[in-house]
């Protein structure tokens, strides 16, 4: 574009100084346009604030007035509430129905028996005839004797005595020398797995009784084989196939306990010298606030939450005299939680004493598990597992327990643990296998490579009988369920 004479010097002046002229012209283009949007913008927010506290102004008014009717809002809430009761209850009789296959009481004990039972479970009936009572107690020891085949070894069991041999069998296992386990071929001569007849007898002699057992103690007693054939035939089914120890998943089991036996006095790492909670450490620093004068301490104190080991009770089937009857057991310790020491208990009470635990690990007292939220729907169950196996099938052990129709909750798995010693030795530095001294028998196993001594503990939950009253509602047919109580 062509610029005439007459104009260049405007131009180039306006060029020149065009960033002072556009700084000076354009405040007064820009300041009315923000001005006006300001004062739009506060508009809208003073038109939807006013909207605003008029409704609130009423909610205040609703509120505010006394015995208002809303009778319509009392109908739902009530029906919803109803849905959500029926929903629970149904989900709780589908987990109760889904245990079925695990709550088979052993033919053995015979079709009058197995009858009375379902009478039991139908709420026809609260108690076992003392006939009934007897064959249980003289039929069980056949029961137990049958738990080593479940699990695909030999039965060792004795009665504890210093005279008695072990169960009806030897221990199947050939007495190889030192050094001729590291040959397979030589392994084929031990069985595939080996459970330790120290072990053995320690569960044997629970259920050894002088004196007529409780219909309670015969349903809990019940309970726990349930829950001993669940992992016997879970070991089984990983041994599957194996011909041999060479070639076995899992070749020794040194402990398998459940129930009181397997409850932990200090779970979760909760003893001395373990990793404590934040909420553990702050609880132990915080001081206590002290009662006034006359008074009582302040409602929202928090009590310090104890972090060292729980004091274990007594049990009439598990203390220093396993085959002692219950009229001898006297009252409980002091229950979880409590600050005294609890009431004397019955003996049925005090067959629940630590046979349980709550979703935290805590052993459950007797007291408490009447009382306790976490016990309402599934009794949990803990277990001991220590075994020996191949440490590539750690994975799959904990998989196959994991994929159990019944909950089986693994919580802690240590590996090569000591055996209660108070070193950290580990399970390969024998050169005879896995027999330590420590394992109650005398036959050597085989020494692989890869294996390990796995320790799991965890726990299995258990249905309990359906029971509307416990969530609220009235209680209906469903509390006539059997099931341990």
Same mark, same amino acid.
């Given at each position: 574009?062509?610029?005439?004479?007459?104009?260049?010097?405007?131009?180039?002046?306006?060029?020149?100084?065009?960033?002072?002229?556009?700084?000076?012209?354009?405040?007064?283009?820009?300041?009315?346009?923000?001005?006006?949007?300001?004062?739009?913008?506060?508009?809208?927010?003073?038109?939807?604030?006013?909207?605003?506290?008029?409704?609130?102004?009423?909610?205040?008014?609703?509120?505010?007035?006394?015995?208002?009717?809303?009778? *319509?809002?009392?109908?739902?809430?009530?029906?919803?509430?109803?849905?959500?009761?029926?929903?629970?209850?149904?989900?709780?009789?589908?987990?109760?129905?889904?245990?079925?296959?695990?709550?088979?009481?052993?033919?053995?004990?015979?079709?009058?028996?197995?009858?009375?039972?379902?009478?039991?479970?139908?709420?026809?009936?609260? $108690?076992?005839?003392?006939?009934?009572?007897?064959?249980?107690?003289?039929?069980?020891?056949?029961?137990? $004797?049958?738990?080593?085949?479940?699990?695909?070894?030999?039965?060792?069991?004795?009665?504890?005595?210093?005279?008695?041999?072990?169960?009806?069998?030897?221990?199947?296992?050939? &007495?190889?020398?030192?050094?001729?386990?590291?040959?397979?071929?030589?392994?084929?001569?031990?069985?595939?797995?080996?459970?330790? !007849?120290?072990?053995?007898?320690?569960?044997?002699?629970?259920?050894?009784?002088?004196?007529?057992?409780?219909?309670?103690?015969?349903?809990?007693?019940?309970?726990?084989?349930?829950?001993?054939?669940?992992?016997?035939?879970?070991?089984?089914?990983?041994?599957?196939?194996?011909?041999? *120890?060479?070639?076995?998943?899992?070749?020794?089991?040194?402990?398998?306990?459940?129930?009181?036996?397997?409850?932990?006095?200090?779970?979760?790492?909760?003893?001395?010298?373990?990793?404590?909670?934040?909420?553990?450490?702050? !609880?132990?620093?915080?001081?206590?606030?002290?009662?006034?004068?006359?008074?009582? *301490?302040?409602?929202?104190?928090?009590?310090? /939450?104890?972090?060292?080991?729980?004091?274990?009770?007594?049990?009439?089937?598990?203390?220093?005299?396993?085959?002692?009857?219950?009229? =001898?057991?006297?009252?409980?310790?002091?229950?979880?939680?409590?600050?005294?020491?609890?009431?004397?208990?019955?003996?049925?009470?005090?067959?629940?004493?630590?046979?349980?635990?709550?979703?935290?690990?805590?052993?459950?007292?007797?007291?408490?598990?009447?009382?306790?939220?976490?016990?309402?729907?599934?009794?949990?169950?803990?277990?001991?597992?220590?075994?020996?196996?191949?440490?590539?099938? /750690?994975?799959?052990?904990?998989?196959?327990?994991?994929?159990?129709?019944?909950?089986?909750?693994?919580?802690?798995?240590?590996?090569?643990?000591?055996?209660?010693?108070?070193?950290? !030795?580990?399970?390969?530095?024998? !050169?005879?296998?896995?027999? =330590?001294?420590?394992?109650?028998?005398?036959?050597?196993?085989? &020494?692989?490579?890869?294996?390990?001594?796995?320790?799991?503990?965890?726990?299995?939950?258990?249905?309990?009988?359906?029971?509307?009253?416990?969530?609220?509602?009235?209680?209906?047919?469903?509390?006539?369920?059997?099931?341990?109580?």
């Amino acid at each position: 574009m062509q610029i005439p004479d007459s104009a260049r010097p405007y131009v180039e002046g306006f060029v020149r100084y065009h960033f002072w002229i556009l700084a000076a012209v354009v405040p007064f283009l820009l300041l009315p346009m923000v001005f006006a949007a300001n004062g739009g913008l506060r508009q809208q927010i003073l038109t939807q604030k006013a909207s605003i506290d008029s409704h609130v102004a009423a909610l205040k008014g609703i509120q505010a007035e006394a015995n208002h009717p809303n009778d *319509a809002w009392v109908v739902e809430v009530d029906r919803r509430t109803a849905d959500v009761r029926k929903e629970i209850l149904d989900q709780w009789r589908t987990f109760w129905m889904s245990q079925q296959p695990l709550r088979v009481w052993p033919q053995e004990l015979g079709p009058d028996f197995l009858a009375t039972i379902q009478s039991l479970e139908d709420g026809k009936q609260d $108690r076992l005839p003392a006939n009934l009572l007897q064959r249980y107690q003289n039929t069980v020891p056949e029961i137990v $004797r049958m738990l080593p085949a479940r699990m695909g070894c030999t039965e060792l069991m004795t009665d504890g005595s210093e005279d008695s041999a072990p169960g009806r069998g030897t221990s199947g296992d050939r &007495r190889g020398r030192a050094d001729d386990t590291e040959s397979p071929e030589a392994s084929l001569a031990h069985e595939p797995l080996v459970w330790q !007849s120290d072990d053995q007898t320690r569960l044997f002699t629970t259920f050894l009784w002088q004196r007529e057992p409780s219909t309670v103690q015969v349903r809990l007693a019940q309970e726990e084989l349930w829950v001993y054939g669940l992992f016997c035939d879970t070991i089984k089914s990983i041994n599957a196939g194996a011909t041999g *120890a060479f070639n076995a998943t899992i070749t020794s089991v040194e402990e398998l306990s459940v129930g009181h036996p397997a409850a932990e006095e200090s779970p979760g790492g909760r003893g001395g010298g373990r990793i404590l909670w934040k909420v553990d450490l702050e !609880s132990l620093a915080a001081p206590a606030a002290a009662p006034e004068e006359g008074g009582v *301490a302040p409602a929202d104190t928090a009590p310090a /939450i104890a972090t060292g080991p729980l004091t274990r009770p007594s049990h009439p089937r598990f203390d220093a005299s396993a085959n002692s009857g219950l009229e =001898d057991t006297g009252p409980t310790g002091t229950a979880i939680g409590e600050a005294g020491a609890a009431p004397p208990l019955s003996p049925d009470d005090l067959l629940h004493e630590w046979i349980y635990v709550d979703f935290d690990g805590l052993p459950l007292s007797a007291a408490a598990l009447k009382t306790t939220s976490d016990a309402t729907m599934v009794h949990l169950m803990p277990f001991t597992l220590r075994v020996v196996m191949d440490q590539t099938k /750690i994975d799959r052990l904990i998989q196959d327990l994991a994929a159990n129709a019944v909950p089986i909750d693994v919580r802690q798995v240590r590996i090569n643990p000591s055996r209660d010693r108070g070193d950290a !030795s580990s399970v390969l530095g024998s !050169s005879a296998g896995f027999d =330590d001294g420590t394992s109650g028998d005398s036959s050597s196993r085989p &020494r692989r490579p890869y294996d390990v001594r796995v320790e799991l503990r965890g726990t299995v939950g258990l249905a309990t009988p359906p029971n509307e009253a416990a969530i609220g509602g009235e209680p209906g047919a469903e509390n006539g369920l059997g099931g341990p109580s």
